[in-house]
C-alpha cells in the first residue's frame, strides 16, 4: 500500500453527515524523519510514523473523545502538557489547541471518537442537566479520565464493531448517542451527583454567563467585581472554590477565545485585536495568547487561513 505523507487530517470531511460522528483507530510510531507518514489501512484504521517532535498545534470545527487502548503518548493542550496512557479517555471541545508529541519515543494506539457540535447538543436535550454542560466546558483544560480493565475494552470493541460497512447511517447513530450517554453520564452526571454541596450558585453562573458578553469580559475585573456586587475578595474565593480559577483567569479564557475567533474570521492587525481587548502592552497579549493556545497568534491566523487540522 503507498505511503501518504500527511500535512493534516481534515476530520471534518471524514464525518459523516448522516451520523454526525466517526470512529477511528490510529496507530502511531515515531521517528527522526521532519514529515509525518500516514498508512490508511481501511475500515478507518490508520497507522502513523511522527516525527518526535509531534504534530502540529491545531483546533477542529467538532469534538473528539481520545481513548488511549496502549503505551503513552504527550498530550498538549491549551499551554498544558498532559501524559496520556492506556486506560486514559480524554475529551478535546472545539475550543482547545492541542498536539501530540512523543513520550520516551513509546508507541500508542488509540480509538477517537469524533463528532459534531449537532449531536453534542441533541445528547445535551436528551439529558436535560445544565450542569452536565457546564462541567464539559468550563475547565481550561479538557478533562481526563481513568477506565480499567475489561470495561474499557469493552467499551473501545464496541465502537470499532460500529465500522462495520454492514451497518446503516441511522443504526449506527442510534449507537453512537448510546455509547456517548453512557460516557458523559458516567464522567460528568454521576460526578455532579458526588459533588452536589460544591454546585456553582446561582449568582455566580450568572455572573460567569453575562460576563461572556464582550462588552463586559473587555472592560474586565472592575465591571464584574460591579455585576458581581461583592467585594474582591469574596468574588476570589468564590472562583476558587467552585471553578477552581481566578476571576482574572476566566476573564483572559475570555479574551483570548474572542481573539482567535478575530484571528482566523477577520483580517484586523494584531495589534487592533489586542487593543480593543483592552490589553494595552502587545508582548502581554503575546504571552496570554501562547499559554492558551501554545502558538503565537500570527502562526494562529497562518494555521486557521490554511485550515490546517491534524489527528
Keep these: 500500500m503507498k505511503h501518504q505523507r500527511h500535512k493534516e487530517f481534515e476530520r471534518d470531511t471524514f464525518i459523516n453527515s448522516q451520523v454526525g460522528a466517526d470512529i477511528s483507530y490510529h496507530s502511531i510510531s515515531w521517528n527522526n524523519s521532519p514529515s509525518p507518514v500516514l498508512i490508511p489501512s481501511g475500515g478507518n484504521i490508520n497507522y502513523h510514523s511522527l516525527p518526535y517532535s509531534g504534530t502540529l498545534p491545531h483546533t477542529h470545527e467538532f469534538a473528539e473523545i481520545i481513548f488511549i487502548l496502549s503505551g503513552r503518548i504527550e498530550h498538549h493542550v491549551n499551554g498544558e502538557c498532559t501524559t496520556l496512557k492506556t486506560g486514559n479517555i ?5 475550543t482547545d489547541q492541542h498536539y501530540f508529541k512523543s513520550h520516551k ?3 500508542c494506539e488509540m480509538i477517537i471518537l469524533a463528532y459534531q457540535l449537532e449531536l453534542f447538543l441533541t445528547l445535551s436535550k436528551y439529558l436535560e442537566n445544565d450542569m452536565f454542560l457546564k462541567q464539559f466546558i468550563a475547565p481550561v483544560t479538557p478533562a481526563v479520565f481513568l477506565l480499567e480493565g475489561p ?3 469493552e467499551l473501545c470493541n464496541k465502537m470499532l464493531a460500529l465500522n462495520s460497512e454492514m451497518l446503516s447511517p441511522y443504526y449506527k447513530k442510534i449507537k453512537i448517542k448510546i455509547i456517548m450517554a453512557d ?3 458516567r464522567f460528568f452526571i454521576d460526578e455532579m451527583n458526588i459533588l452536589s454541596e460544591s454546585q456553582v450558585p446561582a449568582w455566580l453562573e450568572d455572573l460567569c454567563e453575562r460576563m461572556r458578553n464582550p462588552q463586559n469580559f473587555i472592560i474586565g475585573l472592575k465591571k464584574m467585581q460591579k455585576i458581581a456586587g461583592c467585594t474582591k475578595e469574596h468574588l476570589c474565593k468564590s472562583f476558587k472554590k467552585y471553578l477552581n480559577k481566578t476571576p482574572t ?3 483572559n479564557e475570555l479574551r483570548m477565545s474572542h481573539a ?3 484571528l482566523s474570521d477577520t483580517n484586523e492587525e494584531i495589534f487592533a485585536i489586542a487593543y480593543d481587548l483592552n490589553i494595552q502592552s502587545l508582548s502581554r497579549f503575546y504571552h496570554l495568547f501562547k499559554r492558551y493556545y501554545a502558538i503565537s497568534p500570527a502562526k494562529y491566523r497562518a494555521r486557521a487561513k490554511a485550515g490546517k487540522r491534524i489527528l
Design 249 to 251: 483567569e476566566f476573564i
Design 260 to 262: 482567535a475567533r478575530q
Design 90 to 94: 480524554c475529551f478535546v471541545r472545539p
Design 151 to 153: 470495561e474499557f475494552t
Design 105 to 107: 519515543r513509546e508507541k
Design 183 to 185: 460516557i458523559f453520564t
